[in-house]
Nanobody, 120 residues
Framework: QEPLAESGGGLVQSGGSLRLSCAAS????????TGWYRQTPGKQRELVAT???????KYSDSVKGRFTISRDRAKNTVNLQMNSLKPEDTGVYYC??????????????WGQGTQVTVSS
């Protein structure tokens, strides 16, 4: 079983919404931070939103107020609701988990990535 498995993504018009979901193993979900990164054309992979296992959330400035990260304990999933999407949000979105409950030691696992394309 892959530690992280993403679903969602696709093509949407500017201003639209998409929801990404990442299924994590029980061990990861309970004791690791989880979150989302993205790689947009011409840029390095960057943080989008993360949460610690204790529920402390961080958003990048570029998505604050538009994206919402949440955890579903019943399904062991971490979700990213993306509203008011812009063409510059286009990229490959990766689910990630940290080495510990917080993110100070960086990313331990990456998902396979899912494409999000926002047309103007």
């Amino acid at each position: 079983q892959e530690p992280l498995a993403e679903s969602g993504g696709g093509l949407v018009q500017s201003g639209g919404s998409l929801r990404l979901s990442c299924a994590a193993s029980d061990g990861i979900f309970r004791s690791r931070g989880t979150g989302w990164y993205r790689q947009t054309p011409g840029k390095q992979r960057e943080l989008v939103a993360t949460t610690t296992c204790g529920g402390i959330i961080k958003y990048s400035d570029s998505v604050k107020g538009r994206f919402t990260i949440s955890r579903d304990r019943a399904k062991n999933t971490v979700n990213l609701q993306m509203n008011s999407l812009k063409p510059e949000d286009t990229g490959v979105y990766y689910c990630a988990s940290s080495y510990g409950c917080s993110w100070h030691m960086g990313v331990q696992y990456w998902g396979q990535g899912t494409q999000v394309t926002v047309s103007s």
